[in-house]
């Protein structure tokens, strides 16, 4: 391994030694980026790596907040604003309660690359807190909601940092936060906020965006191999935003989607998954994925007992993990390639682990990378952003069309990139290449700040 990049991970891992997810996504990142690093001496001098992987700031906050039964509950609340380089701060909020400052870093640090590749004019940022939506009920998120903007209006603004959706954030908390935010600024910035309802400033297609821009992605990398998903079996972990949309693709496309999760177990339908249903479950009952048996009780539902997932278990062609991260271990990956698993893509951010990933590679599995393969959202949060700023709308086949053609550019790069760098068919490589070059670039160009 380059010296240079032993030497700034060394130092990383002291530093930070209690962030295991963000040292895990630094790793990934540097060792894929070892021919570039090495055919620019001056990147040292310039401590170009050291700057790539220190946030710019990070803002942490309380949030309190009164529940229904009038007691006090006080959270934490994050915002890391990581880089600008090549625009506002942009990445999503998750609310869920292992969010962390480690967590909080790994995403900030992956949505840098992720929106380079998208070719747009965005940093990257990410935020949260450790609050748990779940149970609570609709005036409980709105207090949240509102004491959470209550402290970050100060840190964003449509050319500063702009916030969007994640896990636990969905289209009513960004409405609850965007109404505080209004009411505090006492202005109308449609585009400090991404991910609206279309009735107040909101793009046709975002909802959908991240699992059909997934499965856009993945079908560019089945081409590859002379292969599309008409008539393929597929296995989606999860069951939330991005899941729902790559299933709903997946279909449209001729696949035969046989399995979906959440955090407590997983179902399989060999019929092929009733989405409708599932819909109404995680979308309006907000539900547990097991409910789906009372509607369909010849699927079967297998419970979650350990830190694998029962879905990889499930014979497969193609894998789209769409629920957290380390969701796909090692003893996963190496169930899905007996079982003769095509290709795998991340829908989720850093849903496979290091060992996973490497265990695909190894085997000759198309690995699509979250970083690439998932980005299709924030892609489409940036033509939210352009058409809060023109004050004119896409209809939904004019943004689905344009990410589309996103995520063919972005397949392309990747592609590109790890041919030119020698590693070939190693999309996670080349994701990383043709980010870190971009951002390098753009780094040495704005000089030492
Ligand atoms: P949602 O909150 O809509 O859904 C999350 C899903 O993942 C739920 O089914 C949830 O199950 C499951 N899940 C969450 N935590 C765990 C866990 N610890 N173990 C097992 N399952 C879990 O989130 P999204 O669909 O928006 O996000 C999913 C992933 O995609 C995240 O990694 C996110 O960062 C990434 N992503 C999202 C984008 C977007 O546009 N929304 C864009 C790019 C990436 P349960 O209900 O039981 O918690």
Redesign the pocket.
Known sequence: MNEYITRVLNQLEKKYACEPEYLQAVREVLCSVEHLVEQHPEYEKLAILERMVEPERIISFRVPWVNDNGEVIVNRGFRVQFSSLIGPYKG?L?F?P?VNQSIMKF?GFEQIF?NALTGLPIGGGKGGSDFDP?GKSDSEIMRFCQSFMTELYRHIGHDVDVP???????GREIGYLFGQYKRIRDAYEGGVLT?KSICYGGSLG?TE??GFGLVFFTREMLKTKGESFTGKTVTI????????YACQKAQEYGANVVAM????GCIYDKNGIDLSLVKQI?EVERG??KDYLKKHPDAEYTE?TSED?PIWNIKTDIALP????N?LTLNSAKKLVENGVLAVAE?????CTQEATDFFLEKGVLVGP?KAA?????AT?AIEMSQNSMRYYYTFDEVIEKLDCIMVNIFNACKCNAEKYGCAGNYVAGANLAAFDKLAEAMKCQGIV
Do not use: F, W, Y
Not at 322 to 325: E, F, K
Not at 347 to 351: E, K, R, T
Not at 374 to 378: D, K, L, Q, S
């Open positions: 999503g998750r869920h292992t995403l992720k779940k969007a959706g994640d896990i636990g954030v969905g991910g975002r965006a991240t972990s999860g069951s939330g935003n991005v899941a729902i999760s959440d955090s407590n995680k547990r994925i979650r997932s769409c629920a957290t991260q969701e829908g989720a951010n850093m849903p979250a998932n980005a299709g959202g924030v949060s």
